[in-house]
């Protein structure tokens, strides 16, 4: 069973642009979330989308948002990148919605805004 | 706030010894916890978890090891091994949260054969 997919795996952006990042979740899994991972702040909640839906938002401001597709694929957007939206963008996928469902990770797309 | 802590952000042990890796959180309303290993240029993968109703949970050289009163858990790894080495995170989720984890700083294990 192939795991979470996250394309690209390297991003360069210049301040100001937008960009948008990909994940494909494990076949079956309709759970989708993204977490940010950086040195100061270590790995934070983004948000979590179910059938489509978002069901849990982090702490972002908006310029963060994302959408799920029918088939659970998920992207996230930034918009007008700052140079501290530099990370690492882990994506997160799992069967079901809550209940200690275990979250299997993608490798992760590196975002560096110069 | 940090409601997850991992207050120790590296640690050494010989091959073949125990690894203790320990975490602390604040919020109470935590329904379960789990351990994550992660690899560089690797995504976290799945280790172990414990329900806050249970105080022990093994699978095979890994046991968590959670102190509720305490708000404190550990993860133990014996043997360790030299592929045992990473950075470990310790999450938390809460039923009503769907599947938003809170996790730790993280404590990178060195295991030297």
């Known amino acids: 069973k192939a795991g979470v997919t996250q394309t690209p795996r390297y991003l360069i952006k210049t301040r100001g642009q937008q960009v948008t990042l990909s994940c494909s979740p494990i076949?079956?899994?309709?759970?989708v979330s993204w977490y940010q991972q950086t040195p100061g702040q270590g790995l934070q909640f983004l948000f979590e989308?179910?059938?489509?839906?978002?069901?849990n938002k982090g702490n972002f401001p908006g310029r963060f948002s994302g959408r799920q597709f029918s088939n659970s694929r998920s992207e996230m957007n930034v918009s007008t990148l700052e140079l501290g939206d530099s990370a690492l963008y882990l994506c997160a996928s799992s069967l079901m919605a809550g209940t200690k469902n275990i979250q299997y990770f993608g490798a992760g797309t590196r975002l560096s805004v110069l | 706030d940090q409601q997850v802590k991992q207050n120790s952000p590296s640690l050494s042990v010989q091959e073949g010894r125990i690894s203790i890796l320990n975490c602390d959180y604040t919020?109470?309303?935590?329904?379960?916890f789990l351990w994550y290993k992660k690899y560089p240029a690797e995504g976290p993968t799945f280790l172990i978890s414990i329900s806050s109703i249970k105080d022990k949970n093994e699978d095979g050289r890994f046991t968590v090891f959670l102190n509720k009163s305490a708000k404190h858990l550990s993860l133990h790894i014996v043997p360790s091994q030299p592929g045992d080495s990473a950075v470990y995170f310790c999450a938390a989720g809460a039923y009503n949260a769907g599947n938003m984890l809170t996790f730790g700083g993280g404590t990178r294990l060195m295991v030297k054969p």
């Open positions: 076949s079956g899994h309709r759970s």
């Open positions: 919020n109470s309303m935590f329904d379960y």
């Open positions: 989308y179910f059938s489509e839906t978002q069901r």
